[in-house]
């Protein structure tokens, strides 16, 4: 189990690398979920916690910018459930990740795949009340959705479409459950 977790890091630490020329790995599609149910929720979690949610929540408490707001949509609970894990997913990947599929043999194809990393961190910065004090961390704040635009962008070519629907769906319901939990901010 660490040696294809392991195995499964360096294939996508080398496709982000150089995405152009990818090694295709067949799989099955039970051996799919699982990696997309398992272990790339694990990693997309897990980085996005601790690589870039830790050194964000360590900055804000030391008072290097104030206090990021998510922006209260005035919707219920089961409008927002149902918008962040199915509406958002779909209509995200077909945005910024579906037509990834049509140009992946082109020369230029890394340079769209990053693009699309970047424009998919970028577009939820509009998911916090931001000020002045966070011009400059707009990078940092959005870094942990331009990992996961990174990530889907790789399940989008290696796996397919809707795996990438369906981890950014899976992704979006732990967030969601942990809001729910454990600050009650849903």
Same mark, same amino acid.
């Given at each position: 189990?660490?040696?294809?977790?392991?195995? !499964?890091?360096?294939?996508?630490?080398?496709?982000v690398?150089?995405?152009n020329?990818?090694?295709?790995?067949?799989?099955?599609?039970?051996?799919?979920?699982l990696?997309?149910?398992?272990?790339?929720?694990? +990693?997309?979690?897990?980085?996005?916690?601790?690589?870039?949610?830790?050194?964000?929540?360590?900055?804000?408490? !030391?008072?290097l910018f104030?206090?990021?707001?998510?922006?209260?949509?005035?919707?219920? +609970?089961?409008?927002?459930?149902?918008?962040?894990?199915? !509406?958002?997913?779909?209509?995200?990947?077909i945005?910024?990740?579906?037509?990834?599929?049509?140009?992946?043999?082109?020369?230029?194809?890394?340079?769209?795949?990053?693009?699309?990393?970047?424009?998919?961190?970028?577009?939820?910065?509009f998911?916090?009340?931001?000020?002045?004090?966070?011009?400059?961390?707009?990078?940092?704040?959005t870094?942990?959705?331009?990992?996961?635009?990174?990530? !889907?962008?790789?399940?989008? +070519?290696?796996?397919?479409?809707?795996?990438?629907?369906?981890?950014?769906?899976?992704?979006?319901?732990l967030?969601?459950?942990?809001?729910?939990?454990?600050?009650?901010?849903?």
């Open positions: 189990m660490t040696i294809h977790f392991k195995y !499964l890091m360096l294939h996508f630490i080398g496709f690398r150089n995405p020329d990818p090694d295709y790995i067949v799989l099955t599609e039970r051996q799919k979920l990696h997309i149910c398992f272990y790339f929720l694990f +990693i997309s979690m897990g980085i996005s916690l601790i690589v870039f949610g830790l050194p964000l929540e360590i900055a804000e408490k !030391l008072g104030d206090e990021l707001v998510e922006k209260d949509i005035n919707v219920g +609970i089961i409008v927002k459930t149902i918008t962040a894990i199915i !509406l958002a997913p779909f209509i995200e990947e945005m910024f990740r579906f037509w990834l599929g049509y140009f992946r043999h082109w020369n230029y194809f890394k340079w769209l795949y990053y693009i699309s990393a970047l424009l998919f961190g970028g577009i939820h910065i998911n916090y009340q931001i000020n002045s004090s966070h011009y400059l961390f707009i990078p940092f704040i870094m942990s959705q331009t990992f996961g635009g990174l990530m !889907l962008g790789y399940i989008r +070519i290696i796996y397919g479409f809707w795996y990438g629907v369906l981890l950014h769906a899976l992704f979006n319901s967030v969601i459950g942990g809001y729910f939990i454990f600050e009650n901010q849903f």
